[in-house]
């Protein structure tokens, strides 16, 4: 296997743009590129920038239906009368809205296919990651779900464990879904409680069909305001130890950053440093236990200036395996660019917010409402993989 890396990118990808004042902006990916640039992210001898293809309908119906991919083909057509999800506030129309999903969907399929060749050790997708997406409906900004469409492809490949971790602050319900009652899929998904957030799904009680997958969902929802510590906490004290009693043979990663504290469409507290680590870890988990084989997807992000720009930087410095220092300076050239645009937003000045990213080991005796959310995941899915919920070192 090479151990190269690869970023999936083309300014093609900027197309797929919600308009007006919807909070997915493409310019939280632009914006990324460019620091990555600017501070020699892209530029490491492991590391290419390849361009995608969009995906055909034979990729994308792995996981839609054809007359969904009709219906997203002709919505510009009839935007007030698309119908499948598609319409504002969520979803509004948009021309060349097919196209623009597409490509991110073959940029994912493209990722999966480097990867699962031996062709690249890591291969990274900021603009994919559209995990709400349905079998046959637009949700949550998402309008084909490239995550779910690479890891259909993969299984056609004839790799047989597959592990979806989910970072995102909502639920990764569009992928849990496409693969409820797949053995061979494990979807881990880490999120807000559903009680208070969009979709209003992945408790930990979801835990896949009991009849085909039992098992094979693993969610485990978050309180409001669980920041950098106590996130890292929680993980640790679920990710690990289901995804090693699976034994992935590859590792897909939606790394949305939605998380973060200034996040206007969610409610928990992590730093850029909290995402950072997250990053880290996952990455740690797919040497450890799938030779390296990576497939990491962006998501959401709705801080675009301070937030999104600076969380996938770090994803791609994780990925190259050139870490950037959290102290690293933003380029005056970059934050001169964001003015330039008239985002009314003070870009940030270094890759740090000083976030505290040291945690105590997960205790089954304590009564913190994060600790309470863990209990609650393990008692719910930790024996399907014959782990005890009560022992610490499971």
Not at 162 to 186: E, K, S
Not at 240 to 261: E, K, M, N
Not at 304 to 324: F, I, K, N, Q
Request: include cysteine.
């Amino acid at each position: 296997m090479s151990d190269s890396v690869t970023v999936v990118w083309d300014d093609a990808l900027l197309g797929y743009t919600w308009g007006g004042e919807h909070p997915m902006h493409p310019v939280r990916l632009d914006l990324t590129m460019r620091l990555a640039d600017t501070l020699g992210v892209l530029a490491g001898p492991r590391l290419s920038v390849v361009a995608p293809t969009a995906a055909g309908p034979d990729l994308l119906t792995l996981v839609h239906d054809p007359a969904y991919l009709e219906a997203v083909r002709r919505a510009p057509e009839r935007p007030h009368d698309a119908g499948h999800g598609l319409g504002p506030p969520d979803n509004p129309v948009f021309p060349g809205m097919y196209d623009a999903a597409a490509l991110i969907t073959g940029g994912s399929v493209l990722a999966a296919e480097l990867v699962s060749s031996g062709r690249a050790q890591h291969a990274v997708n900021i603009a994919g990651g559209m995990h709400h997406a349905m079998r046959g409906a637009a949700s949550g900004f998402c309008v084909f779900n490239d995550a779910a469409v690479a890891i259909a492809w993969l299984l056609g490949q004839g790799w047989e464990r597959i592990a979806y971790v989910d970072l995102d602050v909502h639920h990764g319900d569009g992928v849990q879904t496409a693969f409820y009652d797949d053995p061979r899929v494990l979807t881990v998904s880490v999120h807000q409680t559903p009680l208070t957030l969009f979709p209003g799904t992945g408790f930990p009680e979801e835990t896949g069909d009991p009849d085909e997958a039992l098992g094979s969902a693993v969610n485990l929802a978050l309180p409001n305001g669980t920041d950098d510590s106590g996130w890292l906490r929680a993980f640790s004290a679920v990710v690990p130890s289901v995804v090693r009693a699976f034994r992935p043979q590859i590792l897909v990663t939606q790394c949305g950053c939605d998380a973060h504290h200034e996040d206007p469409l969610a409610d928990l507290a992590l730093t850029v440093d909290g995402q950072r680590a997250s990053y880290r870890a996952v990455h740690d988990l797919a040497h450890e236990l799938c030779d390296g084989r990576w497939i990491a997807l962006g998501g959401g992000g709705y801080g675009l200036v301070r937030c999104v720009p600076r969380a996938w930087t770090h994803l791609l410095a994780e990925a190259a395996g050139d870490r950037l220092a959290p102290g690293t300076e933003v380029p005056q050239s970059w934050q001169d660019d964001v003015v330039s645009r008239g985002l009314r937003i003070t870009p940030p000045d270094t890759m740090t917010e000083g976030g505290y990213t040291g945690f105590a080991r997960w205790d089954p005796f304590t009564e913190n409402r994060v600790d309470q959310a863990v209990m609650r995941t393990r008692k719910a899915s930790f024996p399907y993989f014959g782990l005890d919920p009560d022992d610490p070192r499971d």
